[in-house]
């Protein structure tokens, strides 16, 4: 009888909020025109995302006014995101460590060399 895998955050678990998620984790905060940038993503992409990250009380915002200009965005984990967060990597190399043994080696999981 085989045991069941235990599941990933399906919020997480989609490659932008993901990315959001990590960025955020090790960055503190960010505004959202850095998020874009280091991301690529539309405006309308990245606040789909931003809105069920923060709708799931996994991210906060708060204006702060700038030397020029208009007052710019600024992005954080909140506990239950940074938790959520530290859960879902936590779960992901449960998943890795899950694998037989007899399994391809984690180091073919690289990516193919670029040429």
């Not at 999981?109 to 040429?115: A, G, I, K, R, V």
Request: aromatic content about 6%; overall charge neutral; charged content about 15%.
């Amino acid at each position: 009888m085989s045991t069941a895998l235990p599941s990933l955050d399906p919020l997480l678990h989609q490659p932008v909020r993901t990315q959001i998620a990590a960025y955020l984790a090790g960055r503190g905060e960010t505004t959202f025109a850095e998020l874009k940038r280091v991301l690529g993503v539309t405006d309308g992409n990245l606040d789909a995302h931003l809105g069920k990250l923060t709708e799931a009380g996994y991210v906060e915002s708060r204006r702060e006014a700038q030397p020029v200009g208009r007052p710019a965005t600024v992005f954080s984990l909140t506990n239950t995101g940074r938790q959520s967060f530290a859960a879902y990597v936590a779960t992901l190399s449960t998943l890795l460590s899950a694998a037989p043994q007899d399994a391809a080696p984690a180091a073919s999981l690289d990516p193919l060399p670029s040429h």
